[in-house]
């Protein structure tokens, strides 16, 4: 769910800003295009790049501070795939030629080091703000001095 939240941003962002979205292969990769020629529209097209990350950590930031019952598999799911996404595109996926760290670079919105610490500063709150919670309980997994792994956290609470 995370994931189509990130992509169906990209679109929304594309349609906005006049692109015409569209969705190909890039080395045997699912992408989205933003139908933008970013060499004549660099700013549409840095809009495009950052919609996905921006909306998936303001989806997960939202799950974080809006009262509701916590910790449900769904709720679970989407947070772990929205920190899996950031740090994804925060670590391998950075390079790619289709990547969003890349084009927002590349479209001199901001540097590679300025994206990987605006968005991994969000997840790596995100993070704390998880283990601190005890709704979120086995969410992270641990390594243990005899070799074996502890699933799950242990809150300062």
């Known amino acids: 769910m995370s994931l189509l939240l990130h992509e169906a941003a990209h679109v929304a962002t594309a349609k906005a800003v006049g ?22 529209e660099p700013h549409k097209q840095y809009l495009f790049s950052v919609a996905g990350l921006a909306v998936q950590n303001a989806l997960d930031e939202a799950i974080l501070d809006i009262p509701h019952p916590r910790g449900s598999a769904f709720e679970r799911g989407i947070l772990g795939g929205g920190l899996g996404t950031t740090i994804f595109y925060l670590t391998i996926g950075r390079q790619g030629s289709v990547s969003d760290i890349e084009y927002i670079a590349r479209m001199h919105g901001m540097t590679k080091a300025q994206a990987t610490l605006l968005f991994g500063g969000i997840s790596a709150v995100h993070i704390v703000r998880i283990s601190l919670d005890p709704h979120y309980a086995n969410f992270f997994a641990r390594p243990r001095p005899d070799g074996r792994i ?5 809150s300062g609470r």
Not at 19 to 40: A, C, E, K, Q, W
């Open 19 to 40: 692109g015409h979205p569209s969705f190909g292969f890039d080395t045997f990769r699912p992408t989205v295009y933003s139908g933008l020629d970013s060499r004549i």
């Open 150 to 154: 502890d699933f799950g956290i242990t």
